[in-house]
């Protein structure tokens, strides 16, 4: 079935950069997610890149994709403490026919130390 | 414009009661799905409605019931509350299932006791 990775914690000092990688299973997804959730809050969309696409840049964040090996990762420039959140990679769910539906990993924790 | 609401922001229940986790949007999407968020499982999917009238079951519908009168709510109903219920639920929208964006409600904290 489907699922999708991520390493649990990641730790960075600010100004650093961080990468945040994900694996998923699914190679019929049409498209692939972050999103950000801050504490006591939902999910945020970060951004997302489509499956023909092997790199998506927006701002300080850069998405890549390698296909073949399934991986994905989300690299965060100039790392800021406001971006300590927890942050959930997400490939679309086919599920019952509907391709709405989204299967998230278990998120990864970024920690930004002062 | 105020995207999707959820109420209650929290809730305790007792075990085998019942109660209805209300979500509403104002985008006037078609595609609407709950979730829940238990810790270090990430976030699985209830039930979703591609639009009013229409109804699927996702990967965890067991003790849930959900309906779509209309295209601004979906609420989902809790029918016999259960310890294992105890989660953070999050209600999504989109404009149509194969929308890359799909907006997330603030959450329902749900403690069953």
């Known amino acids: 079935g489907e699922d999708v990775e991520q390493s649990l914690f990641l730790s960075v000092r600010e100004g650093d950069s961080s990468v945040i990688n994900c694996t998923y299973t699914?190679?019929?997804?049409?498209?692939l997610y972050w999103y950000k959730q801050e504490p006591g809050a939902g999910l945020q969309l970060l951004t997302y890149?489509?499956?023909?696409?092997d790199m998506k840049q927006d701002q300080r964040l850069t998405v890549l994709l390698n296909k073949k090996d399934k991986h994905l990762s989300l690299r965060i420039a100039d790392t800021q403490t406001g971006d300590s959140a927890i942050y959930f990679c997400?490939?679309?769910?086919?599920?019952?026919?509907?391709?709405?539906?989204?299967?998230f990993g278990k998120g990864t924790k970024l920690s930004v130390k002062p | 414009n105020a995207g999707v609401t959820q109420t209650p922001k929290f809730q305790v229940l007792k075990t085998g009661q019942s109660m209805t986790l209300q979500c509403a949007q104002d985008?006037?999407?078609?595609?609407m799905s709950w979730y829940r968020q238990d810790p270090g499982m990430g976030l699985r999917l209830i039930h979703y409605?591609?639009?009013?009238?229409?109804?699927d079951q996702g990967e965890v519908p067991n003790g849930y019931n959900v309906s779509r009168s209309t295209t601004e709510d979906f609420p989902l109903r809790l029918l016999s509350a259960a310890p294992s219920q105890t989660s953070v639920y999050f209600c999504?929208?989109?404009?149509?299932?194969?929308?890359?964006?799909?907006?997330f409600g603030p959450g329902t904290r749900l403690t069953v006791t």
């Open positions: 699914d190679s019929s997804s049409t498209y």
């Open positions: 999504a929208s989109s404009t149509s299932e194969v929308s890359y964006e799909q907006y």
């Open positions: 997400a490939e679309t769910l086919n599920y019952g026919g509907s391709q709405g539906n989204l299967i």
């Open positions: 985008m006037n999407h078609e595609y």
């Open positions: 890149i489509f499956s023909n696409m």
């Open positions: 409605s591609v639009g009013a009238g229409i109804t």
